[in-house]
């Protein structure tokens, strides 16, 4: 696999030089093929850790995440030769990722039975054990909380993962791009289809449905 | 709703200019207009603020981590996309796949002539008028008579080849003895040469209407029949000549008269001393007349003995009959003996199952004519 172009960060937004090192990924793959690993390896390596936070913010599992990433990550490859150029790829593959995940969502219709006990229970137990358990990390906080975090943290992130799991999945989807991947307003209305002032009307509903989740006293896992 | 938000929002404020203070980026001229209203009603700037907090908080889920061996499932994927095709690509790609991947081949001009309703109509018709043609040709073929040339020279056959020792030419009529006061018999060795083949001219057109008729046969006499049948076998071998052999251990009984050929009186070899002449008186016409016979030596009969038996095809017609004996002449070996012979009574030559005689409409239309069969007698003198 391909290690020369460094990896970005979830959160972290491709400047120009990282754009000129997307396009010369995509030079590559479009002449060597997808069915080269070689070719495509270097742009997994560099947004694998992006698309697949999207997907587990969305799904809130992380098998059905890393199922996800993967079957974002093939349609992008499929789909190398439709994008022109004119948007950041980083954007249009999120778009491409987030189009899986909401088909997803819709499809199986995880949003009335996603389970978060696979994202905030181990959580729990690192926290209240001072990760000493045998048991998988959570996907949704590979950061191991630190010393001066206690139960009131670890609370407050399963609120917050229960509140998310129970937005609508459009809802949801702008949440993330916002807050998660920290896209701007320009990004997400290019990875959504949408004007730009539509995203900020969604972000304003979306923040305020999430804000009545999580001023419900006790907050369960949807059903 | 329990977040204290004012519904309406006040006037001169929208939710985009709440999300744009909230995330920091609201713009200078905005500022005044959203900070008056949020001193006019301290509720905004709470809700503000929540805002605020659950950004952090959604922040502060932390950095996630692919797990290892995404791009092994992704080759795996990969390939069983491959082996689907295209045909199950996403809706969830922008947008569609690019069918410039599918190569488009242009028709031939000759297909597109071809579909088009004129030309077919043309071509149809042309062969209708091939079809009609070669049929009308074939049909005057058939029709057509055979052209007059001029008379062709009798056969003379069958006839022993002058042999100074040999009687006179024989001939059919009744020679007799010409002593006085005596009646008028025949001689012992005269009756003895009956039998032998007698002397047969015949026309090539009498040949033709004999063989039409099924009342010909073509006899070849030999002293040596291996060479010939040898040669004439070859003829069946070949292909459209007509030839064929008949089996002589299952002969056919319309053949059965060919069977026993009449005999043929042994040439005389020389002899030590020659015997007083013998004088004949010939009994034909108004005036008697006189042979005078040298006496020779007769020897016992030769008997011919059917070697083989042939069947051939032929058109009727004078054109194909002298064809056919004239291939005879070129095929058998020097010595042999070429005899027509009247038949009594026709012979129906069994028709032949093969395919080009069942299936005769595949013939070309040459052939699509009443056939003459004669019947071929291979006889070796013993």
Request: glycine share 6%; with cysteine; aromatic share 4%.
């Given at each position: 696999m391909d290690q020369d172009s460094p990896p970005i960060s979830p959160t972290s937004q491709p400047s120009d030089e990282g754009d000129q090192i997307d396009r010369a990924l995509v030079a590559k793959i479009r002449a060597a093929g997808i069915g080269s690993r070689e070719a495509w390896g270097g742009l997994l390596t560099r947004y694998q850790d992006r698309l697949f936070a999207v997907c587990l913010r969305m799904v809130g599992n992380r098998d059905v995440a890393a199922d996800l990433t993967q079957d974002a990550f093939v349609k992008v490859l499929q789909g190398l030769d439709t994008w022109d150029g004119r948007s950041k790829l980083s954007t249009w593959i999120i778009r491409v990722t987030?189009?899986?995940?909401?088909?997803?969502?819709?499809?199986?219709?995880?949003?009335?039975?996603?389970?978060?006990?696979?994202?905030?229970?181990?959580?729990l137990v690192r926290g209240v054990n001072g990760g000493s358990s045998t048991r998988t990390r959570s996907p949704l906080t590979d950061r191991e909380p630190g010393p001066d975090e206690g139960v009131q943290s670890v609370d407050q992130r399963r609120r917050v993962l229960i509140a998310l799991a129970s937005l609508d999945p459009d809802q949801r989807a702008i949440i993330v791009l916002r807050d998660v991947q920290g896209l701007d307003y320009d990004q997400i209305a290019a990875a959504l289809s949408v004007a730009t002032g539509t995203v900020k009307s969604r972000l304003f509903r979306a923040r305020l449905a999430l804000r009545e989740l999580l001023e419900q006293p006790h907050s369960t896992p949807p059903q | 709703m329990t977040t204290g938000?004012?519904?309406?929002?006040?006037?001169?404020?929208?939710?985009?200019?709440?999300?744009?203070?909230?995330?920091?980026?609201?713009?200078?001229?905005?500022?005044?207009?959203?900070?008056?209203?949020?001193?006019?009603?301290?509720?905004?700037?709470?809700?503000?603020?929540?805002?605020?907090?659950?950004?952090?908080?959604?922040?502060?889920?932390?950095e996630v981590h692919a797990p290892h061996g995404l791009a092994d499932g992704?080759?795996?994927?990969?390939?069983?996309?491959?082996?689907?095709?295209?045909?199950?690509?996403?809706?969830?790609?922008?947008?569609?796949?690019?069918i410039s991947q599918v190569e488009r081949r242009e028709p031939s001009s000759l297909r597109l002539l071809m579909e088009s309703a004129w030309p077919r109509r043309l071509a149809v018709a042309a062969s209708l008028a091939i079809i009609a043609g070669l049929g009308t040709m074939g049909v005057l073929e058939l029709m057509r008579k055979p052209v007059a040339g001029p008379a062709p020279a009798p056969i003379a056959v069958n006839l022993p080849k002058p042999d100074p020792i040999a009687p006179l030419a024989p001939t059919p009529s009744i020679e007799i003895a010409l002593e006085p006061d005596a009646e008028p018999t025949i001689p012992p060795r005269i009756i003895a040469a009956a039998p032998a083949v007698e002397p047969v001219e015949m026309t090539d057109a009498r040949a033709a209407m004999l063989?039409?008729?099924?009342?010909?046969?073509?006899?070849?006499?030999?002293?040596?029949?291996?060479?010939?049948?040898k040669r004439l076998d070859s003829l069946t071998r070949a292909r459209?000549?007509?030839?064929?052999?008949?089996?002589?251990?299952?002969?056919?009984?319309?053949?059965?008269?060919?069977?026993?050929?009449?005999?043929?009186?042994?040439?005389?070899p020389a002899l030590p001393a020659a015997p007083e002449p013998t004088v004949f008186v010939s009994a034909h016409g108004a005036n008697p007349q006189v042979t005078v016979v040298a006496p020779a030596p007769t020897l016992p009969p030769l008997h011919p003995v059917v070697k083989a038996l042939y069947s051939v095809d032929l058109p009727p017609g004078e054109n194909s009959f002298a064809a056919l004996v004239r291939s005879i002449k070129e095929s058998v070996p020097e010595g042999v003996t070429l005899t027509l012979r009247e038949l009594p009574k026709p012979v129906a030559a069994p028709i032949p199952v093969d395919p080009d005689s069942v299936l005769w409409w595949n013939s070309p239309v040459g052939k699509w004519s009443r056939r003459a069969s004669v019947p071929i007698v291979v006889e070796g003198l013993e």
């Open positions: 987030m189009n899986v995940c909401l088909s997803h969502l819709r499809a199986a219709k995880l949003r009335k039975h996603a389970s978060l006990e696979d994202d905030f229970a181990p959580s | 938000l004012p519904n309406p929002l006040p006037f001169g404020i929208t939710e985009s200019d709440l999300i744009d203070l909230v995330d920091g980026v609201l713009a200078r001229e905005r500022e005044g207009v959203v900070l008056g209203a949020i001193k006019a009603d301290p509720r905004l700037g709470q809700l503000v603020m929540k805002f605020r907090s659950d950004r952090e908080l959604v922040v502060g889920l932390g992704i080759e795996s994927r990969l390939e069983a996309a491959a082996l689907r095709g295209l045909s199950t690509a996403s809706r969830d790609i922008p947008r569609p796949i690019p063989a039409s008729e099924g009342r010909l046969a073509i006899a070849l006499r030999t002293s040596a029949a291996a060479p010939a049948i459209d000549t007509g030839w064929r052999t008949i089996a002589m251990d299952n002969v056919p009984k319309q053949y059965a008269a060919l069977l026993t050929p009449p005999a043929e009186a042994r040439p005389a």
